[in-house]
């Protein structure tokens, strides 16, 4: 008899299906700027900034929320304060891919509260967590304790953050460029300059 193949392969669960990305217009791209230069900015403040009413404004964020493009709002914490001076890149390497192993593993690292962040990214490593510690002594115990002692772990290789500079923020689509009150406001000169030029 033929021998049947990939029996004993291992059998992954389907993983969730693609969420769709929601579609974005130019107030939803202006807003989510404004927003992501100040989560804090009231509504009314808001409403001015991108050019709409102020009704217009929070059902946009509303809908922006509900949609899952605003995730949430993150206060930005000096650690130092916290007694958590010490910053780190932990980038891990697993022993085997399985997705069992895989979603143990990313619990196991949400549920630590040195972990600040948690990437699963490609190449040689699995996965690097952003962490904290009160002093090279305490990350190299977190490491080994916390990392390392975890079955699916095969590397862990630890590198100090010297210093963290926030982005400017996400890209904005060239499509929204000019939006908001102040891209109203070109428009509008642009119009009344055409008018001028052809009437002269």
Do not use: W
């Not at 769709?20 to 107030?27: F, I, M």
């Not at 080994?144 to 010297?162: G, N, P």
């Not at 996400?170 to 009437?199: M, Y």
């Amino acid at each position: 008899m033929p021998e049947q193949q990939g029996s004993s392969a291992v059998q992954l669960s389907p993983g969730p299906p693609a969420r769709q990305k929601p579609a974005l217009d130019v107030v939803d791209r202006a807003i989510l700027r404004e927003l992501s230069r100040d989560a804090r900015m009231p509504n009314n403040a808001l409403a001015l900034a991108v050019g709409v009413a102020p009704s217009t404004c929070l059902g946009r964020v509303r809908s922006l929320r509900q949609r899952g493009v605003l995730r949430g709002f993150h206060a930005d914490i000096d650690l130092e304060a916290l007694g958590l001076p010490i910053q780190a890149l932990v980038a891990v390497r697993l022993s085997t891919h399985s997705r069992d192993s895989i979603e143990q593993f990313q619990a196991h690292a949400q549920s630590l509260p040195q972990v600040l962040g948690t990437f699963h990214v490609s190449g040689t490593n699995d996965y690097l967590l952003h962490v904290g510690a009160a002093s090279p002594t305490a990350l190299r115990d977190f490491v080994v304790d916390a990392i390392t002692t975890q079955s699916a772990v095969l590397h862990a290789e630890t590198s100090l953050i010297f210093e963290y500079l926030r982005g400017a923020g996400p890209v904005i689509d060239p499509a929204a460029r000019g939006s908001g009150r102040l891209g109203h406001q070109k428009t509008a000169t642009a119009a009344l300059d055409r008018v001028s030029a052809s009437s002269a």
